[in-house]
Structure formats: structure tokens, C-alpha cells
């Protein structure tokens, strides 16, 4: 009897369930920034024009070099599949759809040449030694193509006196000028200028004109120093004392200057054509055709709306 009031201990073995590792919060948060990425996309392509869009689809597909020389995509090929050649803007294994340098656009070349100037400008901004220089680099797009000026200054002579042995912050300027010059593909033409103090050898000495050539020549070999495509360089020369600044006396330091001028294509070959520098204009403009004659217009304009600018 006693056993049967005898309590019944059922004793129940509590399972413990093992931790999980708490995987499943990186997919969401995976999927949520999917999401969200995607909603954003949807977005852009609302607000955006064709215009917008097609000009973001070429900004991710087109590299700086044929963006400046005006091709259409990251090879100037047709298809997809490279012919070959270190050149992307020239394939040796396939026959290119277009010329570069016959289907470049007005605006399109303005725009390399302002890209250019603007990088130009930063590199010097960025640079201590050559942002003493700012005030003796002078910009302007002509119908030659991009000029840019480095005058000389009594406190500050890019070269010495009298002398083609260049300044050490004046080797550094066309230092770093060399491989901003390198990203576009048009030739360069670099002169010396001189002022009218003349050697007192006279004329058939050693006059302005040698030291003129020798300092666009030692400007040559400092862009090569910094890198400067040889294959680039169109025409080095000196012009002594014969075209100074407009509105200075011929005496004026500032005459004493280096000019390069990165021509454009029509340019250049006028000069190959020619073997001169066109003396009026209206030369060079009566020998190119209609739509190189807008392209001219087109930089006038732009560099009007420059000064304008700058001087509100």
C-alpha cells in the first residue's frame, strides 16, 4: 500500500537550443542597400533628361585621353573586342569608324582646351614656387588654338639676363606643364620673345635673335625633361624683338617671354602646309573651310564670355 502513494518524480531533460550565428542580418542589409540602390537608380533615370543620362553613360565609359580628342567610346572601334595598338583612339586590328580629327565638334574643342587651362591653373594654385608665378602666366584661346604666355618681370625674369640659362621655378613651370600638354593629342609650337635692348656686337653678332631661338630651345628640352611627347612638338623658333605684347613699349621686360601654343588640328596643318606661322588672320581663316571658320568664331566668343566674367 505504501507504495502506492509513493510520489512519481518525472524528471524532463530541458534541450537547450544551440546560438545562431545571426547570419541572416547581413543579407538583409544586404538587400536592403540593394534596394535602396536600386529605388535611387529609379529615381536619377526620372528626374534626369536623355541628355543627363547620356552624358553620365559616357563619363563612366570613356577615358580622359579619348574624351579630349573627341572619340566615342574607350576604343574607337565598333566592336567590343580590341584590334590592338597602344593608342586606344587608334586599332591596327580593325579599320576606325571615324577621324578624330576631322569630326571634333567647335564646342567639343574649346571644351578640351578650357579642360586644359583649368587643370593648368590648378597645378599651379597647388604649388607654392609656381603660384608666385600666377601673374606672369597669361591664358587665352585663340585661332591657333590654346596660348599660354610666360611673360618676364624685372623682380621675378624667367631666365637670366641676357642669357638662355633658365630660372630653376621657370624649368619647374614647364615641368609640370609636360604631362598636361600629354593628354590631349594636338602639336605644340613653343617661340622666344625678346625685348629691343639690343647686344652690343649688333646684328651680326650674337643678337636677340639667337638668344631668342636658344630659350624656346631650352623651354624644349625642359618639357622633355618633364615628360613632353618629342613627337609633338611641331615648331620651336625665336622671334627677337618683332612681335611684342600689344600696348607695350618694345623695351618693356614683359616682352621678354616664352609663348606654346597647343595648336589645333587645322592650324597645325596650315604650318605643315605653309612652314610658317599665318601673319594675318585673315590668311589662315580664307584657307580653311566653313566649319573650321565657326570653329574659330566659337573660340572668340568663348574667350569674350571668359573676360566678361572675370571682370564682373
Known amino acids: 500500500m505504501a507504495d502506492e502513494h509513493r510520489p512519481i518524480i518525472i524528471r524532463r531533460k530541458k534541450i537547450v537550443k544551440k546560438h545562431h550565428g545571426?547570419?541572416?542580418?547581413?543579407?538583409?542589409?544586404?538587400?536592403?542597400?540593394?534596394?535602396?540602390?536600386?529605388?535611387?537608380v529609379m529615381w536619377i533615370l526620372s528626374m534626369s533628361?536623355?541628355?543627363d543620362r547620356q552624358s553620365i553613360s559616357e563619363y563612366f565609359r570613356t577615358p580622359l585621353l579619348v574624351s579630349m580628342a573627341g572619340g566615342e567610346r574607350s576604343s574607337n572601334a565598333a566592336?567590343?573586342?580590341?584590334?590592338?595598338?597602344?593608342?586606344?583612339?587608334?586599332?591596327?586590328?580593325e579599320q576606325a569608324r571615324i577621324d578624330l580629327r576631322r569630326e571634333s565638334r567647335p564646342s567639343d574643342v574649346r571644351r578640351h582646351f578650357n579642360?586644359?587651362?583649368r587643370r593648368v591653373e590648378a597645378a599651379i594654385e597647388a604649388d607654392p614656387v609656381l603660384r608666385a608665378l600666377k601673374a606672369q602666366l597669361q591664358f587665352d584661346v585663340?585661332?591657333?588654338?590654346?596660348?599660354?604666355?610666360?611673360?618676364?618681370?624685372?623682380?621675378k625674369p624667367m631666365f637670366e639676363v641676357g642669357s638662355d640659362r633658365i630660372a630653376p621655378y621657370m624649368e619647374r613651370l614647364l615641368r609640370t606643364l609636360a604631362p598636361l600638354l600629354?593628354?590631349?593629342?594636338?602639336?605644340?609650337t613653343i617661340s622666344g620673345h625678346t625685348d629691343s635692348l639690343p647686344y652690343a656686337g649688333g646684328e651680326r653678332?650674337?643678337?636677340?635673335?639667337?638668344?631668342s631661338a636658344d630659350r624656346a630651345n631650352e623651354s624644349r628640352k625642359a618639357l622633355l625633361d618633364g615628360g613632353f611627347e618629342p613627337e609633338r612638338l611641331l615648331l620651336v623658333m625665336g622671334a627677337a624683338d618683332r612681335i611684342p605684347l600689344d600696348g607695350t613699349e618694345p623695351d618693356d621686360p614683359r616682352n621678354r617671354r616664352i609663348t606654346i601654343v597647343v595648336h589645333t588640328f587645322e592650324s597645325?596643318?596650315?604650318?605643315?602646309?605653309?612652314?610658317?606661322?599665318?601673319?594675318d588672320q585673315l590668311e589662315l581663316e580664307a584657307s580653311l573651310e566653313p566649319d573650321v571658320r565657326q570653329l574659330n568664331e566659337e573660340f572668340q566668343r568663348a574667350t569674350n564670355a571668359t573676360d566678361q566674367t572675370k571682370q564682373k
Open 205 to 211: 653678332g650674337y643678337s636677340n635673335w639667337e638668344l
Open 22 to 40: 545571426g547570419s541572416w542580418k547581413i543579407a538583409l542589409a544586404d538587400f536592403m542597400t540593394a534596394l535602396m540602390a536600386l529605388f535611387l
Open 79 to 93: 566592336s567590343v573586342i580590341q584590334g590592338g595598338g597602344a593608342d586606344p583612339t587608334h586599332m591596327e586590328g
Open 182 to 188: 600629354n593628354e590631349i593629342p594636338n602639336e605644340v
Open 268 to 279: 597645325a596643318e596650315f604650318i605643315k602646309r605653309q612652314g610658317f606661322f599665318p601673319q
Open 115 to 117: 579642360e586644359i587651362r
Open 142 to 155: 585663340t585661332r591657333e588654338g590654346l596660348r599660354i604666355m610666360m611673360l618676364d618681370t624685372e623682380t
Open 49 to 51: 533628361s536623355e541628355k
